[in-house]
């Protein structure tokens, strides 16, 4: 398992792609924090993905807002504080960009 004990988040997560990005990770052992402006999307992912017996936990966050991108990044520090591993996105605002700098792809999260 590649990723075992990290965090790995997963944006536009509440479904489609988003969501089988966060089972891949899940599966290679990784805790998911699933982002989504969609609530009930999000709490449905990480449903499905806690009965896979996955770690998940949901932040609702609109990452094309500055505010969001602090919200996701608090939220996604497992246990708080520890920083993050990966930064897996289905999409990338030019706000998140800026207050995140360099995530990494998801391309660049699997190979490494």
Known sequence: MRFQNKTVVVTGAAGGIGAAI??????????????????EGAAATVTALQG??????????????????????????????????????????TVAARCCPSPPTIGACLLR
């Not at 990452?63 to 991108?69: H, K, L």
Request: charged letters at 20%.
């Open 52 to 93: 896979l017996g996955i770690e998940a936990r949901a932040c609702v966050s609109d990452i094309s807002q500055r505010d969001g991108c602090i919200t996701l990044i608090d939220t996604a520090s497992w246990p708080p504080k520890a920083g993050l591993t990966c930064f897996a996105t289905t999409r990338v605002s």
């Open 22 to 39: 966060c089972t891949r990770f899940g599966n290679e052992g990784a805790k998911i924090v699933v982002a989504d402006v969609n609530a």
